[in-house]
């Protein structure tokens, strides 16, 4: 067991972590400590490095050198789907979502791992299929009711409004009740108001879990993150908190051009 | 302003807070279902009522006919086994004829040098398989698409030579003899050699079935299903994607091994003339006729696999053409109506049953107007 000292200090920390792709240094010693509570933005132009580093933080890509860190355990070499279950969860960029699985369905899978029924006790269907397979359900639809899309329970995800199917993604990573979430571009494809609603639904996430926030729309940026790391050609140029980053004339330089003020 | 809102004293209302989820073990404990709802007990009741409503039925059934329905059920179950594979987890394969042709020659090895009783030997030829659709799987879960195609296709034409190549251990092109078992003297004098095989598929079929439905409705299947839907998603919602595509794949060896010990015994015959490629692709046709990754389908498509082209060959003998062409017409008819049938029920038979069911529930229910 974790000690409550360590709890209470608990991060996800990126240490200098480089990622090449053969002559390309995708990430060049990177360093992010994510706190629980708080909302982590990581912004930069295209092709900074920003999903790149979403994808070593879960657990995708593997880095070059570095370290990387979660509740003080190095966890440099766990693969995605353990890193789920000890709590870093995500959502993709666009939606990945199961079309041809109903939105319950989906959700359902984000809970895969609650369940130790191993796959040749599912061929029997024994008892504690059953019951385990009803908790999840549960919990899927507790967390549906929660994100407002117990109407669409039944439905399949092409067939429903973009916003709808994002949020079904978002609660597919909610599932499992995770420390940390990283949503990559949750708010690309969403109107004005759809994007203010998930500001809020962010920030209400952030009061129990950290959230790390990969987002081009910088109103919402500015209005959700506590602490913001820009990244530019693979390195981190700025670090701070949102008015610190606005008055920042390297990121305003690098980032979004001599003369554009935010 | 920020400040206020991320604390969220002064907009308590914009922003509503998400609970965490607490895994309510002592919750889960709790629910109890009534005996008759839990799979294993429903699905095994129902499944003796269906072998026992078989069984009556069976003994007013011509020899002939029991031979015939004997002769579709080893196709169900390799149907079964390949509608798993790719209805719901996406893989493809050719090579599910030499799936089948090693069941067959498992339980053909068995018989000849123990002296193990028939369920022994089936459940043997179904884990032989199982296991070595494990390795299989193994190699294609690294393979996609059409490169696992390939490979299984490669399976499908190389695996039926090797009985020709050992030819001492596994009997060569004349293949070995399978000795049927005479039914059980309590069954009576007059039950018949064919009725017992058909009901020895049946039993078989409905076991298939059963696990099928078990798997598909489990962690398991949906598991399954999200891995053919998006493997990306999958990982990182906790999903391990090899380990589900190798069982997949073992599952559907299995079944496809069990397949081919009845087909083996049935035909009481194991030689590599009954598992060429055309075994394998003429399954794959049946999938997609029956409905793919529907329990159901597999039904439909042995039965088409097995009469249609008998049907085409009484056709057209009718029309006293010379052996050669009727031979090719009989082939050529069988091809147009599996066009016929993809024309009219693009999801198979079994997609077309559900349509038209869901659309009478919804005009009973006024939502649909004629």
Redesign the interface.
Known sequence: MMSNSIMENSTLIADEVTVRFGGLVALDRVSLNANLG??HGVIGPNGAGKTTLFNVL?G?VKPSSGKLTYFGNEVKTL???QL??MGV??T?QGL??????TVL?NV???G????K?G?FR??????A????????K??AL??IA??GLSPFTKRLPPSLPYAIQKKVALA??????PKFILLDEPASGLSNVEMDELG??I???????GVLLVEHHMDLV???C?TITVLDFGRVIANGN?SEIRANPIVTQAYLGEDVTI | MEESTISGESNENLVSEIPPKQLDQAASEKIKLPLWRLPLIRNCGIGIVAIALFFVISGHLSLYRNYQLAEVGPYILALLGLSLLVGQNGQISIGHGALMAIGAWTFALFQLHTKLPLAVLLILATLVTFIFGSLLGLVAARLRGPYLAGTTLALALGLPDIATRYRSLFGGYQGLQITQPSPPAFLGATFSAQQYLAVIDMICIVIGIIIFANLIRSKTGRNMRAVRDDEIASRISGISVQKTQVFAFAVSAGAAGLGGALLALVSSNVSPGAFTLTLSISLLAGMVIGGTGTIAGPIWGAFIMVYVPQWATTATEKLNLNQGIAANLSLGLYGVLLIVIILLAPMGIQGLLRSGFSKVVLRRQGKLSK
Do not use: H, Q, W, Y
């Open positions: 708080e909302v879960c995708f693969r995605p789907e789920s279950k969860s995500r993709l990945g979502l199961f079309s041809r699985m369905e359902m899978i984000g895969t791992s609650l369940t029924v796959p599912s061929l029997l269907g024994a008892g299929t059953v019951t385990e397979e009803a908790r999840i549960d919990l507790s967390v929660d994100l597919r990573a909610l599932v499992l009740s809020d639904l920030l209400g996430l952030s009061k129990n879990l500015m209005r959700v506590s949102p």
